[in-house]
């Protein structure tokens, strides 16, 4: 769906609004949160940690059923669906006393992230949009901000009122009013103008069909590169905080790092929005690539002063770079035609990214350091930057086409 005039901005409002919610109230909320639940609710680590695990899977997995709900219900409906999973997931960790509604909880927060995420978020924008590269940065700085705020608002609501459940019931009520904003501005209008609804139908069928687009080299290489990010990701946030206390740095210190790489990455996403108006999305995907994978370089050594600001840096660009730099090089290489199957499915595949920590703490516990891990995470992210220094457009089979578009809408 595609909107036009002033309300293209509305829209672009609503779901950075809601991009910076689901960002700052669920994988960085709950991180913050969590020590709190643990210490009231007597439980093990294991317990906590799975329920981080079931979040992320939960989120992955479900990477498909946002498009297929925006095709058969429309964009409103489908946030309006989102918003209610949000906010049982957020009822049920406000009323967590066992474990199990906890895993509940986190399952249906993956889902409703999913719903209300980057993939109806980049489809709408990106439709909305002829040039979309700096609205997108908007739209990734938003959720690059609301990486850094929930920790603080996580903490901030602890020492306030010095119950954890307020924060769960806070993050509810902001699911409620964003999610049912995001519906009223998506929501469809009557007395459309007739020409204008047939520009956007043209619009809609330029590209190629998902099915053709999935059978290229290229399409792999491009979710490779994003799997490798949200691998780097994951297991930068996982880990980064340990490796460097242990390396020189307190507690406090490794902390304000990751502080620091999360805002860099946030101020990033903005200036790669507006770097995308002039450069392609492949060349913007290699420097994020190679920011990435210098920062993560420069994390092997630790607390080391030299090093630290490197791997700020090299991390807080990469990272804030790559979710504009990847979307944009999808649109670059398959138009906006199959955008949202193909952005969806890229989400799906990426799940696996979720074996980053797993293996990452085995070999922790082998080898007792987590510098070989950082060091095999700079090696993958190389080998896709290599592939993305060789990637050239695809062209379109003429059979494909010549085929009747509407069957890929």
């Known amino acids: ?61 479900s990477g498909l059923v946002p498009a297929l709900l925006i095709r058969r219900i429309g964009v409103a409906r489908t946030m309006l669906i989102g918003g209610a999973v949000l ?3 957020f009822a049920c960790l406000a009323l ?102 047939r520009k956007q139908q043209i619009a809609k069928l330029e590209g190629w069909p998902a099915k053709a687009a999935m059978r290229t080299v290229q399409y792999y290489i ?22 460097l206390s242990d390396t020189g740095l307190t507690m406090g210190g490794a902390a304000s790092v990751m502080s620091a790489i999360a805002l860099i990455g946030a101020i990033g996403s ?42 700020v840096v090299g991390l807080g660009v990469g990272f804030g770079f790559s979710y504009v730099g990847t979307a944009m090089l999808l649109l670059d290489l398959f138009g906006k035609r199959s955008n949202l199957e193909l952005y969806s499915t890229m989400s799906l595949i990426s799940t696996a990214a979720a074996i980053g920590p797993a293996i990452g703490g085995l070999v922790r516990d082998e080898l007792g350091s987590f510098a070989l891990v950082f060091i095999a995470c700079a090696v993958l992210g190389f080998v896709f930057l290599m592939a993305l220094l060789w990637l050239n457009k695809p062209a379109l089979p003429q059979e494909e086409n010549e085929a009747e578009p509407v069957l890929a809408a």
Not at 226 to 233: A, K, W
Not at 286 to 309: D, H, K, Q, R
């Open 1 to 61: 769906m595609a909107f036009n005039g002033r309300l293209k901005f509305v829209v672009l409002g609503a779901f950075s609004l809601l991009h910076f919610m689901l960002n700052a109230c669920t994988f960085n909320g709950l991180g913050v949160v969590l020590p709190y639940m643990v210490d009231e609710l007597g439980w093990a680590w294991a317990t906590a940690g799975f329920g981080f695990t079931l979040l992320g899977m939960a989120c992955g997995l």
């Open 87 to 89: 906010v049982t997931g």
């Open 96 to 197: 967590t006393q066992s474990a199990l509604v906890y895993f509940v909880g986190t399952i249906f927060l993956g889902i409703g992230y999913s719903i209300c995420g980057t993939v109806p978020g980049v489809n709408v924008i990106s439709h909305s949009f002829k040039r979309s590269s700096t609205p997108m940065g908007i739209y990734f700085t938003a959720g690059g901000f609301g990486a850094v705020a929930g920790p603080l608002i996580a903490y901030a609501t602890q020492e306030l009122t010095h119950e954890w459940r307020y924060y769960w019931v806070g993050a509810a009520l902001s699911a409620i009013l964003l999610s049912v904003f995001a519906a009223l501005v998506t929501a469809d209008r009557p007395g459309k103008n007739d020409e204008e609804s």
């Open 222 to 243: 491009v979710v490779g590169a994003y799997t490798v990010f949200l691998l780097i990701n994951t297991t930068v946030h996982g880990f980064a905080v340990k490796h």
């Open 270 to 311: 903005t200036v790669a929005g507006l770097a995308g108006e002039k450069i392609g999305g492949r060349e913007l995907t290699m420097l994020s690539l190679s920011a990435t994978v210098l920062g993560v370089l420069a994390l092997v050594a630790g607390g080391n002063w030299f090093a630290v600001p490197v791997a």
